[in-house]
C-alpha cells in the first residue's frame, strides 16, 4: 500500500543505483510509484540531472524557504518574489519541484519568524497555493516553532493526546484548523496543484497572482497583503471567469461580483483565496 517513498542524501548515491533503483520500485511495486529526492540545495538545476535521465518524480527546491519568508517579512520587492514563482516552471518536464517551509536539517520557519504566526500563516498561504508539491513538517501546523539543531527534531506536541513523547505540550489548534483550510481549498481546485502561474499585481506590499488549469478550466486567484496596513489592489477581472456572475473568497467566506475589474481589499497580514462559487 506504499506510495513512494521519500529518498535522503540522494547525492550520496550513484546514478546507477538510482536508475536501478527506479527500475526496480516499478516493476515490483508499482508502475506509478513516486520517488521524491532531497539534493541539498536542490533547485531546477541542481535536480536536473536526475531528472533528466528519470531517476526520480520530484525532488526538494531548497530556495522556497528563504524566498517565502523574506517576502512575508517584507524583505524585497513582490516583483523579484513572483519572478522566483515563475522560474521553478523551468523545471524538467513531467517532474516537479517539492517545498517546504521547515525540515530536520533547517532552522523551523516559525522560528526564524520569531514566533509571529500571522507572518507564518501567510509563508503557509504560500506554499499551499504556490507551483509544485508543498510539504509540510510534523509540528508546524500545530505551532512547534523547530529552533537550530536539535530543536528541529524535538517532539511532536501532541496536545491532549497521550503519546509520549510529547503529550500535553501545547498545540496551536487555531493555526492547525487555517492548515485544514488551505488544504481542502487545494484539493478542491485543480488549480492550485496542476495549474500556471501568472502575476496579476506586484506592486507594494499586496501580491496578487492567478493559478489557472486549462485541462478543467479551474482558474483560482491568490493576493497577499504582507503589509502592517490596510491594503487595496485593482486588476482586470480573469479572462477564467468569464461568463462568471460571482467569485467565493474561498479562505475566509463572502462572495464577490463580477465587473471589468477584480477590486480586493485586505487587513493586514492577511491573505484571500478566490475562485468560482460551487
Known amino acids: 500500500g506504499v506510495d513512494g517513498f521519500r529518498l535522503d542524501t540522494v547525492k550520496h548515491v550513484s546514478h546507477d543505483f538510482w536508475k536501478e533503483h527506479r527500475r526496480r520500485t516499478r516493476a515490483e511495486i508499482s508502475p506509478d510509484f513516486f520517488l521524491l529526492g532531497e539534493v541539498w540545495g536542490g ?15 520530484a525532488g526538494f527546491d531548497f530556495a522556497f524557504q528563504g524566498n517565502a519568508l523574506a517576502f ?16 521553478r516552471a523551468k523545471v524538467t ?18 522560528h526564524q519568524l520569531q514566533g509571529n504566526v500571522p507572518l507564518f500563516r501567510l509563508a503557509a498561504t504560500l506554499q499551499l497555493t504556490a507551483t509544485g508539491i508543498p510539504v509540510i513538517y510534523y509540528g508546524e501546523e500545530v505551532g512547534r516553532a523547530g529552533g537550530d539543531w536539535p530543536q528541529n527534531r524535538s517532539d511532536m506536541p501532541w496536545g491532549k ?15 492547525r484548523e487555517y492548515y ?20 496579476l499585481s506586484t506592486e507594494g ?14 482558474t483560482v486567484v491568490v493576493a497577499v497583503n504582507r ?46 483565496i478566490l475562485g468560482r462559487v460551487p
Open 72 to 87: 512575508v517579512q517584507g524583505r524585497g520587492r513582490a516583483v523579484a518574489f513572483d519572478r522566483y514563482l515563475q522560474s
Open 205 to 218: 506590499d499586496v501580491y496578487v497572482f492567478q493559478r489557472r488549469d486549462e485541462a478543467s478550466g479551474d
Open 227 to 272: 503589509g502592517k496596513t490596510k491594503g487595496t489592489v485593482s486588476v482586470p477581472w480573469p479572462e477564467g471567469w468569464t461568463g462568471v456572475a460571482e467569485v467565493e473568497d474561498l479562505l475566509n467566506g463572502g462572495r464577490t461580483k463580477a465587473g471589468a475589474t477584480l477590486d480586493l481589499a485586505l487587513p493586514p497580514l492577511s491573505a484571500r
Open 180 to 199: 485544514k483550510r488551505l488544504i481542502a481549498i487545494r484539493r478542491a481546485h485543480p488549480a492550485l496543484s496542476r495549474g500556471t502561474h501568472s502575476p
Open 43 to 57: 533547485d531546477v538545476e541542481v535536480l536536473a540531472p536526475y531528472f533528466t535521465p528519470d531517476e526520480m518524480d
Open 161 to 175: 493526546q497521550a503519546v509520549k513523547p510529547g503529550a500535553g505540550k501545547k498545540r496551536d489548534e487555531a493555526l
Open 93 to 110: 518536464p513531467g517532474h516537479h519541484l517539492s517545498h517546504f517551509l521547515s525540515s530536520h536539517d533547517v532552522d523551523g520557519a516559525l
